[in-house]
Structures are given as C-alpha cells and as structure tokens.
C-alpha cells in the first residue's frame, strides 16, 4: 500500500476557514481524511499540507509514526504554528487510513476503550459566533437554558471583557455580573468553565480568579498569553482554588513541559489541529497524565477536528471532558457526515472504520474560502488589545 496523493478542501464556516485533508492510497476506496483547520491563516496551511506532501507520497501510510518523523524532522526549520497544523491534518488522514485498513474504529487502534462514553460541553448558542464572541449579558440565561434543554451538564463562557494589563473595577464587576447571571441559570449541577482567551496580565488575571472562586468554575482557560513565562501561568495558580487551564497554542510536548514543571496547570487543552496530529497529541496526554493532568482538547473548529477528538477521548486515561461547536454554521452536517450524535451531553463509542466520517465534496463546494482578518481589538487610548 502507497500514498498516491494529497488534497485539501477549504470551506468557509463564517468566522473560520475550515481546512480539510484527503490522503489517497493505491487501495480502491481507501482513504483517509483529517483537519488542519487554523484561524485566520488556514490557506497559508493549505500551501503547506501541498508542500509536506511530497514527504508522504509513495510511502505506506501505515507506518504513521515513521511518516510523522519525516514530516516534523525533514523540514530543517522546525515548527510554528502553520506548518504543526499541515502536520496534523496529514497525520490523521493517515490515522483514518491505518484503523479503515485492519476495519476497526479510530479509538480501537489507538488502544481500544478506556471509558464507556466521552462528556462533551457546549458553548452558548451552541457555537455561533455572535453568541460566543459577543456580549455575555445580554441572552445568556436563555442560551444556557437551551443547552441544558439539549442535554448539556456543562458550557463554556467568555465572561472576561477587554482590559489592561492593570485596570480598574469596571471590567471586573462587568464579568462579575455575566458570572452571575450564568450561575443562576446553569444551577448547581451544570459546570462552567470560563475563558479569559489571553486577555488579562497576571496580575488582572490573579483578580479575575479570585472574583470567580465565589461561582465555583470548573476551571478557568489560558489567563494569560502562552509567550508568558510559564512562572506567570504559576503565580495565577497558587493564587486561586480554581483549576488551570491551557495548551491551545502548544505545538509540541515540548512546549507543555514548562508548565508542568511549574505545576502552573491542572487542566491540558491541546488542539488535535496544531499540535501534531493524534500522535503528538496522545503524547502530550501521556506526558501529562505523569504529572496529574487531564485532558480537556482545544476545539472550536471543523466535524472532523470533533469526531478525531472523540476518539482520543476513548482512548487516553486521563481524559476530562471535550469541546465542541455544534451550530457553528446550519449546515455543517451536510458537508461532513458520520459525526457522532450527543445524547445527553455525552457520547458513545463510534462503530464505523477509522474516523467515520465522509465529505460530501459538492456540499463543501457551496462554500467556498473567504479571507478573512483576525479580530482587532484596541483599549480606549489606541493601544493594542488582546482578543
């Protein structure tokens, strides 16, 4: 079996480009396909993955972990954020293919089960754009009422505001109030986890944590910027009861170990789209479990960044609990199919080879690239803000 060729697929999503891959094989019907998806920036993966390509073609797909040392290794300028995520994409079209040719689900050939069923958490809106970026007062009650009506025992919220690196009490009664609003409406047997997104200093981040201990987070996600030192990530931890979380813009385990050593984090967020594909993912995870730390993967992207995650779920021990944007754009189960349902909150083990999932290429031609430009953001005297 050989590695015939390498395609991508870019559909537009609205605030995101996703970024599908298609490896063919010299097998009839056997293929496998991934995700690179990586906002803002997903052509400039694209023009990778067709670069990286040529590592791969005429190889056996099979031998994935051989064809991750040539991907990542060959290159003689290692890394960064574009090139880990054509990385990725090809490694887990290669993963789809390893599993579909023995015929056995993805989770199954990276270990079999370790859990019964994977817990998912919604986002408000369950996933919109406008409802995830935008104002958090304004609709939350009723959006988290919905998600609790769809099964969700746990939602994500971006309750911190804009602020400077040291402000005054506005921005902290303001997140103060949609923390308040979104107790009250989740209850106390729904979890909230709450993303500060890199938008506070330390030393903001240290008092937004202590505001928020009163309403019990399940864990607050990356206060502050991964090109922080990871001693800063440890000051906001030994400062709050409330567990830490970050990874989503790690690339390698490498880059994890700073914040272990620190003790910095409870909680890893690696993204199956940047970090290496399923095989540096899993060994993020193993590195991770020697220090105490769960999984919860990075995810607001694509149908098959989803289902790749699904699986791992399944298959790392010390898994927590996965993202997902489920209505991101109403038609996103008509370009991929295959995606596993979510029945109260959770799902159960996938059944199909491989991944599972299919790309209806004529859907995804209905919506087509869309550049786009990151989010800006400024503070009242013109400086630049972090989004």
Known sequence: MRVTGVRTFLVNARLRN???????TDVPGLFGLGEATLEFQSAAVAACVEELAEIVIGSNPCHVSRAWEHLYRYPFFKGGTVTMSAISGIDQALHDIAAKSLGVPLWQYLGGLVRDRVRMYDHVGG???????????????????????????????????????????????????????AREAAGPDMDIMVDFHGRTSPAMGLQFAKMLEQ????????????????????????????PVAAGERLLHREQFLPLLNARAISVAQP?????????????????????????????????IATMVNIHIGFALPNFLIQEVMRSDVPWREEVVSGVAPIV???????????????????????H?????????????DGGTAEW
């Open 344 to 366: 109260d909150g959770h799902v159960l083990p996938p059944t199909q080879p491989g991944i599972g999932v299919e790309i209806d290429e004529s859907k995804a031609a209905k």
């Open 127 to 181: 996933g919109n754009s406008d409802a995830v970026y935008g104002g958090m007062e304004d609709g939350l009650a009723e959006r988290i009422h919905e998600s609790k009506q769809d099964g969700f025992n746990a939602i994500k919220i971006l309750a911190i505001p804009r602020s400077r690196p040291i402000d005054g009490i506005a921005p902290l009664r303001a997140a103060e109030r949609a923390m308040a609003v």
């Open 215 to 242: 309403f019990s987070p399940l864990f607050i996600e990356e206060v502050v910027g991964p090109e922080l030192p990871a001693t800063e990530m440890a000051r906001v931890t030994r400062g709050t009861t409330i």
């Open 18 to 24: 996703w970024l599908f891959v298609r490896v063919d």
């Open 271 to 303: 993204d199956v789209c940047h970090a290496g594909g399923i095989t540096e993912t899993m060994r993020i995870g193993a590195l991770c479990g020697t220090f105490g730390v769960v999984l919860a993967p990075h995810n607001p992207l694509g149908p």
């Open 368 to 380: 087509p690239y869309v550049a786009s430009m990151p989010v800006r953001w400024v503070h009242e």
